[in-house]
C-alpha cells in the first residue's frame, strides 16, 4: 500500500467501504449527482437492533490498498455499487460483462454488489434481479436512496454472520493465520505446530474480530477484542499487530469520548454506541459474548473498564507509531496513524503534543511518491498544522505544496494551482493582501519571509498569463515591505514594475479573482510620502472679502461659552473642520504638501492632483521630479472650483512607475492637516494694474502682516509733488460693478503735513460696469511735506562756520540731521553714518476695493493693494524763526534762517517777496512781511477735543493747524533749475508758540480814524491849520469774553527826532470837547466807537498817544491786547494863505 488516505480518522474504523464506479461511458455530472444521494446514505438503522452502521464510500480505490484488509477491516472493500448507462437491449450483454469484470477487481472481500442502470427499457429491464437496478432516465431515480439502504441492510447481515463466526470459540479448530501482503513470503517454512504460533494466529485473530465488532456497532466487545489481543501479540512480539491492535483500541475509545467524531465536519446524525442488549440478540447456540460473560453483565461497566482514557489514548497512538516505524512497508499505516492522533489531540487542544505527531509524519519515508502525491501530502500537512493553530508551520507546507506544483519534473506546471495554494499560506505569515492592515501599528510577521512569498505571488500571476495581478502584488510589495528593502531591491522591484505596467499600467480598479477573492487597491501613499497638507489661502489681491453688515448672519450653531476645556471635536474630525478662509468659484486655489522622497534615486511622479469631493473641481495635474532621499520638499497642487459650496480635499492622486494611485488623507499615518474643508464662494472679477512709476524693489512693510503684491517707488525731494498714473484693467470674466479707493500711511516716526496722496475717482467710476479685457486709468498725486526745521547740531555746524544767527531756536519734536562737517564726523564710521543718514522713507498703501457678478450678490468683495513707496531728500531747512513788528498792528515781519543742504543752487521764493539764491551748503535769511492772523476764526471741528487724549495733544494740533495756515498765506516755494525740480516749503512744523503770538491779532482790535479816514503808524494823516478834525477810536472784541468799562486820554506831542519830545501843546492844539473817552462793556465779537474833535492852531507834524487810564478792569489781560496804532497828522496852511 503506497497511497495514504490523509482524510482518514479514528471513527473511519467502525465504518465499512462501500466504492462506487461507474461502468462504461457515464456522464460525470450526472454520475456525480447520483454519487451524491448515495453517499448521503451514512449511517444505517439496523432493523431490531439499537446498533448503527456507518458507511465510507470512495469513487476511487486502488486494489492494493484492499489487500490489507485482512490487518484493518475498514480498509476492505465491502461493497460495490457501479452506475452505467444502457440505451439498447443490445448493449446489454456487454455492461453486463463489464459489471462482473469490476467485481472480480474486489470479489475477494465483496459481501454485496449492485448495478444501477439508467437509460434501459424494456424486457430486459423488467427482470427482477436483486443485484440490478433499472431506471428510465437520471431524472427519474426517485428511490436511489431506499435501494442503497436496502443494500447496506445486506452487507450489515453478511458482516454479523462473519462477526459471529469468527468470535465463537471452536475448540480444537485449527485458527488460520492472517497477514498483510508483504508478510506472506516471511511465512514459508514456519513451524505452524509451535506454541509460538498459534498464539501469533490468536492474537490476530482476536484483533481482527475486534474490527468486525467495532463495524458491526458493538463497541464494548471490541474493547475487550483489542485488550485481548494486544496481550496476545505482546507475548509474541509480533509488533505490526500489536500496534494495529493498540490503534484499534485507540479509535474504539475515541469513538466513546469523541462521538462528535474528530474530522472536523459534522455527521448526518450522533453516532451512537451499542447497548447493552446487542451483544444477547440473536446469538448462535454456544456463542459467546466478546468479552466472555453472559449478555445480562452491564456494558457500561465492561466499558469503563476497558475503555482507555484521553491521555492514554495518546499514549497508546505513540506506542502502535513507533512499532509501525520498525517496518518500511507499512509507512502508509504508520502516516495515517499519525494523522489520526493529530486530529486526536487537536480536540483535546495539545498543540505540541500534535506537532510531534506531524513532525514524525514529514520524516515518514513512502517510497517514490508522484508529483500529485507530494502535493496532496503536503497540503494536509500544512491543513494539520492550521488545525492545531500552528499558523506558521501550515503556511510553510501549504507554499512548499504550491512549488511542488510547478516542479521541473512536471511536464505541465500548474500555475493557477500554484498561485492559489500560495494565496492561502498569506494568514500564516500574516500577510494580507489590503494595505490598510500595513497602517495600523509595527510591522507584523517576518519581512523577508513576506517578501519573498510576494515576489512569488509576482511570478506565478505572471506564468498564469496574468499581467494585471503581477502589477498589483509588485506594488503591494513595493508599498507595503519599502521599508524593510534594501537599495538595490528597491532598484529591482521599480525596473520590474516599469517593464509590467509598460504592457498592462495599474490602477485603482478592484480585482477578483476566479474563486471570488478579491484584490483591493494599493494605493502608493509612500510614493512619495506626505508629512502634512495645507490649503493655500488665495494671493492678497485675490483673497474675497465680507461686507461688514452681513458678517453676522454667517454666525450660526455657535457656541454660548467664551472658552471650554472640553474638545468638542475628535481627532478624525480635524481635517474636517472648516477653515477660515474662502477660495473663489473660478480662481486657481492651491494645496500644499510637504512630501518626501524615501527611495535612494530620483523619483518620477506623474499625473499629481487632488481628489475632493463637495463641489465640480477641475484638478490641474501636475509632474515632479524628487531628488534622492530629499527630505520634505514642498510640492504645490492646483485646481479650479467650477461651482459655489463647501469643498473637502479628500487625498491625493499620483502617477508612479505606471501605477496610478488614489490616497485618500484619512488612510495617510503621522499627516498634519489644519483642516480640509473651505467654502467656495461665488465668482468674483479680478483686477490689474499697472502703474506709471516704477515697481519698488524695496520689502514694503504694509499695516498687515502679508506683503503687498506690487508697490511703486519714487525720490523726491521734500516739498515736492508727482503724479502716479495707474491703469486698472479687468482680467476676470465678470463684470466690475464697484470701485472704491483708499488709502493709508504706514506707521512711521515721521510727521506728514498735508495730503500725502489725492485723487479724483468720479471720473473712473463714471465708467462702470467695466466689461472683462476693459481697462480705466486713474491719477494719483503724491505729495510729500515733511518737517522744515532744523536741529541743534547742524546750528552748531552753522555757528562754527561763522554764521551769525539771531531769533529764537526752532523747539521741534523730530530729529532731523544734515551732513556733517568732514573734519568732525567722518562718512566713513557707522556711528556718522546712521547720525547723518538725512534721506527720509514714506510708505503708504493704496487699496482698491471692487466687486461684482454673483459674488457681489452674495455681499463678497476684493482688495486690490498697491504700495508706495518714497524716499524723501530734504530740499532746504528753516534754522531759525523770529519776528519783528512791522510799521502797522495788524503786520509784522517774519525771520527765517534757510539752509540748503543739497548739492545744487537753490532757489527760494514766497509772495510778494524777492527771490533768493542759495549755494549748496549756503544759509540765508529772508525776510517776509505778512499781516496778523485771526486764529479764532479757524473752523475747528466739532469732535475735535474728543480726539485727543491730552490738552497737550490739542495744542499741539492746534499749533499745526495755525501753522499750516500761515503756509498758505507766505507761499514758499523752492526750485532746482539744474534739475528742473521744484515744490512748497512748509514751516508748519516750524513754528514755536512765542513766534506764534507774535503772528496773531490781538483779541482786542483798536482802529482809529481821522475824518472818517483810518490811520496807522505808517500812514500819514493830514488836515488844515483852523479846521476841526474828527477822531474816532473804534474797538472790535474778538475774545470770548466781554471788556469794559475803559478809559482812554488822548495826549498830544511832537516828536523832534533827537529823543526829545514835546507834550506841551495846550498852544498848538487844543479839543473840542473831552480829551477823555469813555468805553462801555463790550460784547464778545461785538464792537464800540467813541468820537472827539481836535483843532490844529499851528502848521507842523504831531502825534497823538493814546493812554489807558489805570483801570482794574484791564488789570487781568495781556498788554498786547491795548496796543492802539500811533497816529501821525500833519497840518498845514489854508489854501488862501498857501496863494497869498
Not at 499 to 516: A, F, H, Q, R, W
Request: some cysteine; charged content about 20%.
Amino acid at each position: 500500500m503506497s497511497v495514504p488516505d490523509y482524510m482518514q480518522c479514528a471513527e473511519d474504523h467502525q465504518t465499512v467501504l462501500v466504492v462506487v464506479q461507474p461502468v462504461g461511458i457515464v456522464p460525470e455530472d450526472q454520475f456525480f449527482k447520483i454519487y451524491k444521494r448515495i453517499a448521503s446514505v451514512r449511517q444505517l438503522s439496523i432493523r431490531d437492533s439499537q446498533r448503527l452502521l456507518f458507511i465510507r464510500y470512495r469513487h476511487h480505490y486502488l486494489p492494493e490498498n484492499n489487500e490489507w484488509g485482512d490487518f484493518q477491516t475498514h480498509r476492505k472493500v465491502v461493497g460495490l455499487i457501479a452506475i452505467t448507462t444502457c440505451s439498447s437491449s443490445r448493449d446489454w450483454p456487454q455492461t453486463a460483462d463489464r459489471f462482473h469484470s469490476q467485481k472480480d477487481v474486489y470479489t475477494s472481500t465483496l459481501y454485496d454488489s449492485r448495478l444501477l442502470v439508467f437509460g434501459l427499457q424494456g424486457e430486459v429491464a423488467e427482470q427482477s434481479r436483486t443485484d440490478m437496478v433499472f431506471y428510465p432516465s437520471f431524472e427519474e431515480c426517485s428511490d436511489v436512496e431506499r435501494r442503497v439502504e436496502d443494500f447496506v441492510e445486506s452487507i450489515f447481515i453478511v458482516l454479523e454472520s462473519k462477526r459471529l463466526d469468527r468470535a465463537t470459540d471452536k475448540s480444537g479448530d485449527k485458527i488460520s493465520l492472517l497477514c498483510v501482503p508483504f508478510e506472506k513470503k516471511d511465512f514459508v517454512g514456519l513451524d505452524t505446530d509451535s506454541r509460538h504460533y498459534k498464539k501469533r494466529c490468536q492474537g490476530r485473530m482476536r484483533k481482527h474480530v475486534g474490527d468486525l465488532c467495532l463495524q458491526a456497532g458493538m463497541l464494548q466487545d471490541a474493547l475487550v477484542h483489542y485488550h485481548m489481543a494486544v496481550e496476545l501479540l505482546r507475548a509474541v512480539n509480533d509488533f505490526l499487530w500489536l500496534g494495529g491492535a493498540l490503534e484499534g483500541l485507540c479509535s474504539a475509545s475515541v469513538i466513546f469520548h469523541y462521538p462528535g467524531g474528530t474530522a472536523g465536519k459534522a455527521a448526518g446524525s450522533k453516532p451512537s454506541v451499542s447497548q447493552p442488549a446487542d451483544a444477547g440478540k440473536r446469538h448462535r447456540p454456544g456463542a459467546l459474548t466478546a468479552s466472555g460473560i453472559s449478555a445480562d453483565t452491564s456494558a457500561e461497566i465492561g466499558r469503563a473498564k476497558n475503555c482507555l482514557s484521553p491521555e492514554d489514548i495518546i499514549e497508546k497512538y505513540k506506542e502502535a507509531i513507533s512499532y509501525y516505524g520498525k517496518y518500511k512497508n507499512a509507512g502508509v499505516i504508520e502516516l495515517e496513524a499519525c494523522v489520526k492522533a493529530v486530529r486526536v489531540l487537536a480536540i483535546q487542544k495539545r498543540a505540541r503534543e500534535a506537532s510531534e505527531f506531524l513532525q514524525n509524519a514529514v520524516y515518514i519515508n513512502l517510497g517514490q511518491l508522484s508529483e500529485e502525491e507530494k502535493i496532496q501530502r503536503y497540503s494536509i500537512l500544512s491543513e494539520l498544522y492550521e488545525l492545531i493553530g500552528f499558523h506558521r508551520k501550515s503556511a510553510f507546507f501549504k507554499r512548499v505544496a504550491a512549488m511542488q506544483c510547478v516542479a521541473p519534473t512536471i511536464p505541465e506546471p500548474g500555475w493557477r494551482a500554484c498561485y492559489k495554494l500560495l494565496l492561502e499560506t498569506l494568514p500564516g505569515y500574516s500577510l494580507s493582501l489590503d494595505p490598510k492592515d500595513f497602517t495600523k501599528g509595527t510591522h507584523r510577521g517576518w519581512a523577508a519571509v513576506q517578501m519573498r512569498l510576494l515576489h512569488e505571488l509576482v511570478y506565478a500571476s505572471r506564468r498564469m498569463g496574468n499581467p494585471a495581478l503581477s502589477v498589483r502584488h509588485l506594488s503591494f510589495l513595493l508599498q507595503t515591505m519599502l521599508d524593510f528593502l534594501s537599495d538595490q531591491e528597491k532598484k529591482e522591484v521599480t525596473q520590474s514594475l516599469e517593464n509590467y505596467t509598460s504592457k498592462c499600467p495599474g490602477g485603482m480598479e478592484v480585482i477578483t479573482l476566479p474563486d471570488g477573492l478579491t484584490l483591493p487597491p494599493v494605493p502608493f501613499t509612500k510614493l512619495p510620502i506626505v508629512r502634512s497638507v495645507k490649503l493655500l489661502n488665495l494671493p492678497i489681491s485675490l483673497q474675497p472679502h465680507k461686507v461688514k453688515g452681513l458678517l453676522e448672519g454667517n454666525l450660526s450653531n455657535a457656541s454660548p461659552f467664551i472658552y471650554s476645556p472640553i474638545l468638542m471635536q475628535s481627532r478624525g474630525e480635524e481635517r474636517c473642520k472648516k477653515i477660515d478662509f474662502q477660495w473663489v468659484q473660478g480662481d486657481v486655489c492651491e494645496v500644499q504638501l510637504m512630501v518626501y522622497n524615501p527611495m535612494p534615486y530620483e523619483l518620477r511622479v506623474e499625473n499629481m492632483g487632488l481628489l475632493t469631493s463637495g463641489v465640480e473641481f477641475e484638478s490641474l495635474p501636475a509632474a515632479l521630479f524628487l531628488p534622492a532621499e530629499s527630505g520634505l520638499y514642498p510640492v504645490t497642487l492646483v485646481g479650479v472650483p467650477r461651482t459655489a459650496g463647501n469643498i473637502t480635499v479628500n487625498g491625493y492622486h499620483t502617477s508612479v512607475f505606471g501605477v496610478s494611485s488614489d490616497c485618500l488623507l484619512e488612510d495617510l499615518a503621522n499627516v498634519k492637516s489644519s483642516g480640509c474643508l473651505v467654502e467656495v464662494i461665488p465668482s468674483l472679477p479680478r483686477l490689474q494694474l499697472s502703474t506709471s512709476l516704477p515697481r519698488s524693489t524695496h520689502s514694503s512693510q504694509p499695516m498687515s502682516k502679508e506683503e503687498l503684491p506690487s508697490s511703486v517707488s519714487v525720490q523726491l525731494f521734500n516739498g515736492e509733488s508727482q503724479q502716479l498714473t495707474i491703469t486698472l484693467e479687468n482680467i476676470g470674466s465678470i463684470d466690475i460693478e464697484t470701485l472704491e479707493l483708499t488709502s493709508k500711511i504706514n506707521s512711521s516716526k515721521e510727521k506728514v503735513f498735508g495730503e500725502f496722496l489725492s485723487w479724483d475717482l468720479e471720473e473712473a467710476v463714471c465708467q462702470l460696469p467695466l466689461k472683462p479685457g476693459q481697462s480705466i486709468t486713474l491719477s494719483v498725486r503724491i505729495r510729500v511735506k515733511l518737517d522744515f526745521s532744523g536741529q541743534e547740531n547742524l546750528l552748531q555746524d552753522l555757528n562754527d562756520d561763522g554764521i551769525s544767527v539771531t531769533g529764537w531756536p526752532i523747539s521741534s519734536p523730530l530729529r532731523q540731521v544734515l551732513k556733517p562737517r568732514p573734519e568732525s564726523k567722518p562718512l566713513g564710521s557707522e556711528s556718522g553714518k546712521a547720525e547723518y543718514s538725512h534721506v527720509k522713507t514714506l510708505e503708504a498703501v493704496l487699496k482698491f476695493k471692487y466687486s461684482g457678478g454673483p459674488g457681489k450678490v452674495e455681499g463678497y468683495y476684493r482688495e486690490l493693494s498697491l504700495g508706495v513707496h518714497v524716499n524723501v531728500e530734504p530740499s532746504l531747512f528753516f534754522t531759525r524763526v523770529s519776528t519783528l513788528p512791522a510799521t502797522s498792528t495788524r503786520q509784522c515781519h517774519l525771520l527765517l534762517d534757510i539752509f540748503n543742504p543739497t548739492e545744487h543752487e537753490l532757489t527760494v521764493s514766497a509772495k510778494n517777496n524777492q527771490d533768493l539764491v542759495l549755494h549748496a551748503s549756503e544759509c540765508q535769511r529772508m525776510a517776509i512781511q505778512v499781516d496778523r492772523f485771526d486764529f479764532e476764526s479757524l473752523p475747528q471741528a466739532e469732535q475735535q477735543t474728543l480726539h485727543f487724549s491730552s490738552p497737550k495733544q490739542l495744542q499741539e494740533e492746534r499749533q499745526l493747524a495755525h501753522g499750516c495756515q500761515i503756509s498758505s498765506k507766505l507761499g514758499i516755494c523752492w526750485s532746482i533749475p539744474s534739475l528742473k525740480r521744484h515744490g512748497e516749503a512748509s514751516v508748519e512744523g516750524v513754528l514755536n508758540q512765542l513766534v506764534l503770538e507774535h503772528l496773531q491779532l490781538a483779541p482786542l482790535q483798536w482802529d482809529v480814524l481821522l475824518s472818517g479816514k483810518p490811520c496807522d503808524s505808517d500812514v500819514v494823516a493830514e488836515c488844515t491849520v483852523g479846521d476841526a478834525v474828527t477822531l474816532e477810536v473804534k474797538l472790535t472784541n474778538l475774545s470770548k469774553n466781554s471788556v469794559g468799562p475803559l478809559a482812554l486820554t488822548v495826549v498830544p506831542f511832537q516828536d523832534y527826532q533827537n529823543g526829545v519830545q514835546n507834550y506841551d501843546m495846550d498852544e498848538a492844539v487844543t479839543f473840542i470837547g473831552s480829551n477823555i473817552f469813555y468805553i462801555d462793556t463790550v460784547k464778545a465779537k461785538d464792537s464800540c466807537v467813541c468820537e472827539g474833535a481836535l483843532l490844529f492852531l499851528y502848521t507842523g507834524d504831531f502825534y497823538l498817544n493814546i493812554r489807558f487810564q489805570d483801570d482794574s478792569s484791564r488789570r487781568g489781560l495781556p498788554l498786547a491786547w491795548f496796543t492802539l496804532p500811533s497816529v501821525h497828522i500833519r497840518a498845514l496852511d489854508t489854501p488862501l494863505q498857501a496863494g497869498a
